[in-house]
């Protein structure tokens, strides 16, 4: 298959290897993974604050960037479950309540064609087993977008479960939000330091090595407090799904890179 990938903003400034690894992953599986750079933001931070208005021209960027590419690729991947569902969700909300309805329809295409990463493993190239490698114990977070919006299920645990080597421990509280929530954590800080807090007890308390998710923003919000609770390197670390989905025996994942690219 022929993949268009969309790294998202904060994994292109905050976490590329991410990106890197999701590439790694996609290309060792027999697919040719493109990269338009014209992309930028879908604009999630806009219309999750409920400004539609302002969100428009962005969504409009987005499809512009995108939908002239559609019959030539057979799908776009997204490592973020909260991307993928404003793309999914949120983009033809945003063109209606401009009544755009040639927007619309080409966000709605493009929406057709877009996935999450464990949406596009497990329903279009239908695996499970990627030939992963990770000797580590990690527990699962799933974050709130992707269970409540794109309504991932048990798709990034199937992967999970399926790496050699890897011991998936539980997640007490799993489906509670980290309390990241975009500029919810900076217009509610208080509130979300203490929703973190108890995010990262259950982290804690899950007795694995790793956390594991499939939005790098999550991750960063819930490894920034691990370690600034933690002595450098003792606590669980934040990975992204990618990452170990990526690692193999004869390319491993090397623990010490985490989403934020050091352990400390």
């Avoid at 939908?67 to 983009?91: F, K, N, T, Y």
């Avoid at 493009?110 to 030939?131: F, I, M, N, P, R």
């Amino acid at each position: 298959m022929r993949i268009s990938l969309m790294t998202t903003c904060l994994v292109d400034v905050m976490a590329p290897d991410v990106a890197r690894a999701t590439v790694m992953l996609l290309e060792r599986l027999g697919h040719e993974v493109v990269f338009d750079k014209r992309q930028t933001c879908c604009g999630q931070m806009h219309t999750n604050s409920g400004y539609y208005t302002e969100a428009a021209p962005v969504v409009r960027s987005f499809v512009d960037t995108f939908e002239p590419a559609l019959d030539r690729v057979d799908a776009i991947v997204m490592p973020s479950g909260s991307c993928a569902g404003c793309v999914r969700d949120q983009h033809e909300l945003v063109a209606r309540h401009e009544n755009d309805r040639v927007l619309e329809e080409r966000a709605a295409a493009v929406a057709a064609k877009t996935y999450e990463l464990s949406e596009l493993l497990v329903d279009v190239l239908k695996v499970t087993d990627v030939g992963a490698y990770f000797p580590h114990s990690v527990t699962y977070h799933p974050t709130c977008h992707s269970m409540r919006f794109l309504k991932v299920g048990p798709r990034p645990l199937k992967l999970l479960r399926a790496v050699e080597g890897i011991e998936v421990k539980n997640l007490p509280e799993s489906d509670t939000c980290c309390g990241f929530g975009g500029t919810f954590s900076v217009k509610n800080d208080a509130t979300s330091d203490a929703m973190v807090a108890d995010k990262a007890a259950n982290v804690v308390r899950s007795g694995a090595e790793f956390v594991v998710a499939g939005d790098a923003s999550c991750l960063m919000n819930i490894g920034g407090k691990l370690r600034r609770t933690h002595d450098a390197g003792a606590g669980p670390r934040a990975v992204h799904l990618a990452q170990i989905l990526a690692s193999t025996r004869e390319e491993p994942f090397v623990p010490a890179e985490t989403i934020l690219g050091r352990a400390s």
